[in-house]
């Protein structure tokens, strides 16, 4: 490798890592990370702000200001190329005088998909393209949501090493130790949504927030999937907090109808299929709303009618040496464990310790 494209490679890995940073936060936009270099030197960074805007090329744009001319601009993703509340970023590039610009990954969004990089060819920029794995999974919940019209979906289970996730009339047990605990945290605050089904909400009253000391604010919008509607008024996640959104073919009704009214968008009913149809209606529903990543959390019916939706892309298991005895609940309710961990449809791509606990991450097979 050249030391031109060691160079590129490295400030593009910097921008992706940059980028990475909004994942949680950017939806329903990509979460872009964008430098700005000249001779070496980084001039500018930006990365996409709460909420999608403004975009990271035109944050680090006006950080650099005049010393944007004649620059090179490493960015994660295609420069958008369509106007919508702001004019499109390649524009804003080229307006700017950059010289060269460095792109990760082509953006199949039919408004860009092209059209960014021939915006910069167009005005005389140099442009490469440089496709790394690393901006694939960094941008993989915008790519399946403009391509499959549903969010990336994550399960994440929490198992016992005689393969429970809980015990049956116990509530909330811990199976997993503090650390791997922390680390599913951190995973809630780089995520879209984070889901659970009735049964869980009923059995363990869970508040799905991140607890991690400064990423409060980077909690998760919170689902609830029911098959009726009725659930619990009183649940710790229909109280104050981030957003919640109940998921279901019929409307809820009684004292969850009236707070849902008191507080508008901050609790809504999301109205999905019935019946076998009840998990791609409700990946579309979230696709339409924005939402790019999805973690599901539990329990044990939910997590296998994900599965028999053929919709995970990743499975994490947390493996503890705790046992949970004869009234464990199975982490797939009638599914065996086997059917992600020996399953053609995925492959096993990595593990790692924490403490005590091992984590096994899943993926779908191509």
Known sequence: MS????????????????????????????????????????????RTAIGGRPHAETIAIAKAGEWARDATIYVSLEP????????????????AGLSRAVVALADPDPRVSGNGIAILEGAGLAVASIETAEARAAHRGHVSRITRQRPFVTLKLAVSSDGAIGIAGRGQVAVTGEIARRHVHALRSRVDAILVGAGTLRADDPELTCRLPGLEHRSPLRLVLSASGDVPAGAKLFGAGPATWLLSPKAPAGALAAQMARRGDALRWIEIEPGAHAIPSALA?????????????????????????????????????AVLGPRGIPALAERP???????????????????PDILTRYQRAA
């Open 3 to 46: 030391d031109g494209r060691e160079t590129d490679s490295r400030f593009l890995d910097a921008a992706i890592r940059l980028g990475r940073l909004s994942l949680g936060e950017a939806h329903p936009n990509p979460a872009v990370g964008a430098i700005i270099v000249r001779d070496g030197r980084v001039l500018a960074r930006g």
């Open 80 to 95: 958008c190329a369509h106007h919508g509340r702001t004019p499109p970023c390649a524009e804003a590039i080229v307006a």
């Open 285 to 321: 529903a979230l696709a339409r709303e924005g939402i790019t990543s999805l973690l599901v959390e539990g329990g044990a019916r939910t997590a296998a009618s994900f599965l028999d939706a053929d919709a995970v892309d990743e499975a994490l298991i947390f493996k503890s040496a």
């Open 337 to 355: 464990l086997s059917s992600i961990t020996a399953s053609e449809a995925f492959l096993r791509a990595a593990r790692r310790r924490f403490g």
